[in-house]
């Protein structure tokens, strides 16, 4: 934890236009991550996981706008870069996997070529090694045959071997920063452990650091070094994995982990989460935006929004009356 | 468990779906004597079970398992290529898919689909959804109509304000009260869950899951859930069967199935599930890791010899490729087809009595 993070993310506030209203997806989100370190953001459908990976990336829809905050990047705010520098570092520095393979590949193209794409535009290969090199992707992340693989189109294959194809672009600049997007929704558990393993593997292998959006617990439990639980587009509490699941200290994280099925909990045991998210287009949102929801509410929660430091180094918990 | 249950409500013989694949051979071909055969793809081979009256079964297997398959054979959805499936002693088996949507049985079984958003009627509101199945099946006047749909709606805790909207206007827990009440609507004896909750977050799936619960308790029904979350499986059913390239490879009570998988398929289906039992401090239940690797074997036109899983299988010897492994008993109620059955069933059977022999005792 000594040396410059990758990746740092410092007080990003991000906006989205709409019909009806701003809608403040993101407000002050801070988090870094390290080389050869992989960290999970985890929080339900509308918690502002995957608005953050796509503000780093540069990716946000025209309706975003990012209103504070900084993203550093090997000594670039990714934030304030024009998009010439942006379009030289996504896919050579950093890279991306999308959350529904099928739908982020081409589907007219073969996949081999669409390896070759990449190491072409970043100007690592020569024309005529390109397809060389791609097969070579292909066997680094277990595609069977490669030769013949690299020849077919995505709807040839299978969801677990286009989300391969995926690493494999990702991969192929060997980036420093990977970001997944929920990676293995819509995959089969054994294909999901596969692609994770794989992840995992190469990312050591390459020291290279990673950021896992997700929505499973027991997923960010078993690969990440760290933890950032994200509600209603705030960071509710980051805490390295072992700290946060055995002493969650934000009540929503409690009621995250309560709520997950687990081997050795019946189904009544299982605690549901009273409410829903707060309507982020309100003109005045509760400092915290968990207050609503929570039992251990208590009246300066309607004051100010704590940023407390946690026990443990890199612990971070945004409560007045923690647990 | 046999027991309990004595009369089955479903009974399922010998069910076999298989697909055509490739083209027809020509005519020509064919006076020439020079067809090659059709390949056949085997969705659904062999397959024999039971539900008993209010009782749940999961189902499990991976996509492409042919989980759909077997779930639009019960459906009534897609013909049977051979097999029987009798419904409270009665074959329906035989009545064409095409009919069934008139058919007296019809009410009796119900589906609840995996996606709720994607199944309901975009320009219906969740009142004429609910309202839709009574009307085509179990016609009633206006006035019950209205009350029947909000009586529905208030078994599945969806408030009766919301009747009027639009799918679009709904939350996913919502629209997922929305498909149980369509699907509860007309009494149904059998209910048929393709992964209810797996577009849902976990806060609201656990809810969900209760209410599902919940309705079997109240109305007596039984339940087919078909999932690939085996922890939500294992919270929900009875009984277990896992289903690997047509075949059913393991049933068992879930309890037993999940502590002591025999089946080396299910085994690596478990381990595979992330987890965080060990950091929370929950009672351990280190499960060694087990990955199976490649991909399943082609299901058109498979060896009949040859074990399904074989190639894939870390156990696997030559045995496994000369003869397909039949189901067969390991423990009480559990059975699995594999020449191997893992080991620590026995084991664990010598140092712990059953729960469940003792339960039926």
């Not at chain 1, 390290?34 to 503000?55: D, L, P, Q």
């Not at chain 2, 249950?5 to 027809?24: E, I, M, S, T, W």
């Not at chain 2, 009260?177 to 209810?196: F, K, Q, S, T, Y």
């Not at chain 2, 009984?239 to 690596?268: C, D, N, Q």
Request: net charge neutral.
């Amino acid at each position: 934890m000594s040396a410059v993070p990758v990746l740092s993310v410092d007080s990003l506030s991000v906006e989205f236009r709409t019909r009806s209203g701003i809608v403040k997806a993101l407000e002050n989100v801070s988090f870094a991550v390290n080389k050869g370190e992989m960290v999970a953001i985890v929080g339900e459908s509308g918690s502002g996981k995957s608005v953050t990976a796509f503000t780093v990336m540069g990716i946000l829809d025209a309706a975003g706008r990012v209103t504070r905050g900084t993203a550093t990047f090997g000594g670039l705010d990714l934030l304030q870069a024009p998009e010439a520098a942006l379009r030289d570092i996504r896919g050579r520095e950093m890279s991306m996997i999308f959350q529904n393979p099928r739908v982020a590949l081409n589907p007219i193209r073969r996949v081999g070529d669409q390896i070759a794409d990449v190491l072409l535009q970043h100007g690592n290969v020569t024309r005529r090694e390109a397809p060389k090199r791609a097969i070579e992707m292909l066997q680094k992340v277990r595609i069977p045959d490669p030769e013949r693989r690299a020849r077919a189109y995505p709807f040839e294959l299978s969801g677990g071997m286009c989300q391969r194809i995926m690493i494999a672009i990702a991969l192929a600049c060997s980036p420093k920063m990977l970001i997944a997007d929920e990676p293995t929704t819509g995959l089969d558990v054994t294909t999901q452990a596969a692609i994770m393993d794989l992840i995992a593997e190469l990312g050591k292998d390459q020291g290279m650091a990673t950021l896992l959006i997700t929505h499973d617990l027991g997923m960010a439990a078993e690969y990440c070094d760290h933890i950032v639980v994200m509600h209603a587009g705030h960071i509710v509490e980051a805490a390295p994995t072992a700290e946060l699941f055995a002493h969650p200290r934000h009540p929503y994280t409690a009621k995250l982990i309560a709520a997950t099925p687990k081997p050795t909990v019946s189904l009544m045991d299982l605690a549901a989460i009273p409410g829903n998210l707060p309507d982020l287009r309100a003109a005045e949102i509760a400092p915290c935006r968990y207050s609503a929801r929570c039992e251990r509410k208590q009246t300066r929660c309607d004051q100010a929004l704590p940023q407390v430091l946690g026990d443990v180094k890199n612990s971070v918990v945004a409560c007045w009356n923690p647990l | 468990m046999k027991d309990l249950f004595n009369k089955p409500l479903l009974d399922a013989q010998a069910l076999y779906k298989h697909f055509a694949v490739g083209r027809k051979p020509s005519l020509l071909d064919r006076l020439r004597g020079t067809a090659k055969p059709v390949s056949m793809l085997h969705a659904v081979d062999d397959v024999t079970f039971t539900i008993g009256k209010g009782e749940t079964l999961g189902l499990v297997g991976e996509s492409g398992c042919g989980k759909s398959t077997l779930v639009r054979l019960l459906t009534r959805l897609l013909d049977l290529t051979d097999g029987s499936i009798h419904l409270d002693g009665e074959e329906i088996g035989h009545l064409p898919a095409k009919g069934f949507g008139r058919s007296p049985y019809r009410p009796r079984i119900q589906m609840v689909f995996q996606d709720a958003g994607d199944s309901l009627n975009p320009r219906f509101t969740a009142f004429t959804a609910i309202a839709d199945p009574i009307r085509r099946l179990k016609p009633i006047p206006r006035e019950a109509l209205k009350a029947r749909v909000e009586e529905l709606a208030g078994m599945c805790g969806l408030p009766v304000e919301l009747l009027g909207r639009f799918p679009h206007q709904l939350s996913g827990g919502q629209k997922a009260r929305v498909g149980i009440a369509r699907a509860i609507a007309v009494e149904p004896d059998l209910l048929i869950l393709d992964e209810p909750t797996a577009a849902l977050d976990v806060s609201v799936q656990v809810v969900i899951l209760q209410l599902l619960e919940d309705l079997k308790q109240r109305l007596g029904m039984s339940y087919l859930f078909v999932s690939h979350d085996l922890n939500v499986v294992r919270l929900l059913c009875d009984r277990v069967m896992v289903m690997y390239l047509g075949r059913i490879v393991e049933s068992g009570p879930a309890e037993r199935v999940f502590r002591y998988p025999a089946h080396p398929y299910t085994k690596a289906l478990l381990s595979a599930i992330p987890h965080f039992d060990s950091l929370s401090g929950d009672a351990g239940h280190a499960t060694p890791r087990l990955r199976i690797s490649g991909e399943p074997r082609s299901p058109i036109d498979p060896d009949p010899k040859v074990c399904r899983f074989y190639g894939r299988c870390p156990n696997g010897t030559e045995a496994c490729s000369q003869a397909m492994p039949l189901l067969q008993g390991v423990g009480p109620g559990h059975s699995v087809a594999c020449h191997f059955p893992l080991a620590d069933t026995a084991a664990a059977d010598i140092a712990k009595p059953d729960p469940l022999i003792e339960d039926v005792a």
